[in-house]
């Protein structure tokens, strides 16, 4: 079964370094969509992504995250310059359509820890 | 803006229990709703879903039914496992742009212990 994949599955780094974490969405899925989750709280949405360009984004996705599709296969959340309170799960999910009828299919994360 | 309401855990069952996670929601229109569970060291995975009032999600022995005069959409299962422990979230499906982007708006989520 198709699946979202995502790497590495823990990134440690220190304040202030940038961070790339990457995501294989489902090779048919048009969608991308990225979301954290700071210990103990919500799963929240930061930015999707449709046709190379971002759709939406929260407020928390600030100048310093941005996003990329750098090829026909990989989906990439860059942090410029991390900050203590970045450290969180970071989801990376995928769907066909947007639209009542179609899931966004997740991957197992990446947990990130800025020292 | 939309926000969704779940039940705070953990939750310890014993094996064949019956299960009930509280969830309800805010939200503008008619959002779809979703749980979804997350198994250890796994992604968040789809259980089931409901896109208009009243109708019903099941997928695994679990149910929910979205009841939009108390805005809710509560996690129901009979008969609970070992293999049923996870953390369970509830989460809103709300349309960013017309006939375009969305998002998903999650709960906190609840992990469930289910011992033998």
């Known amino acids: 079964e198709p699946e979202v994949t995502q790497t590495p599955s823990h990134q440690v780094t220190q304040m202030g370094q940038e961070v790339i974490l990457r995501c294989v969405p489902i090779s048919n899925h048009l969608y991308f969509y990225w979301y954290r989750q700071i210990l103990g709280q919500k799963v929240e949405f930061l930015v999707s992504?449709?046709?190379?360009?971002?759709?939406?984004k929260s407020e928390i996705f600030d100048d310093q995250f941005s996003v990329e599709r750098p090829d026909g296969s990989n989906f990439t959340l860059k942090i410029r310059s991390t900050k203590l309170e970045d450290s969180a799960m970071y989801f990376c999910?995928?769907?066909?359509?947007?639209?009542?009828?179609?899931?966004?299919?997740f991957g197992p994360g990446t947990r990130l820890t800025v020292l | 803006g939309d926000s969704v309401t779940q039940m705070e855990g953990p939750v310890t069952l014993s094996e064949e229990a019956f299960l009930t996670i509280n969830c309800t929601y805010t939200a503008t229109g008619y959002p779809s709703l979703f749980w979804y569970v997350q198994y250890p060291g796994e992604g968040l995975q789809l259980l089931l879903k409901?896109?208009?009032?009243?109708d019903k999600g099941s997928n695994k022995g679990f149910e929910a039914t979205y009841r939009k005069e108390t805005t809710s959409f509560h996690l129901e299962k009979g008969s609970v496992q070992v293999s049923d422990s996870a953390v369970y979230f509830c989460a809103l499906r709300t349309v960013i742009t017309q006939g375009g982007s969305e998002k998903l708006v999650f709960g906190k989520g609840t992990k469930l212990t289910v011992n033998p």
């Open positions: 992504f449709y046709n190379n360009e971002i759709s939406e």
């Open positions: 409901a896109t208009k009032a009243d």
């Open positions: 999910a995928s769907s066909e359509w947007s639209n009542s009828y179609n899931e966004q299919f």
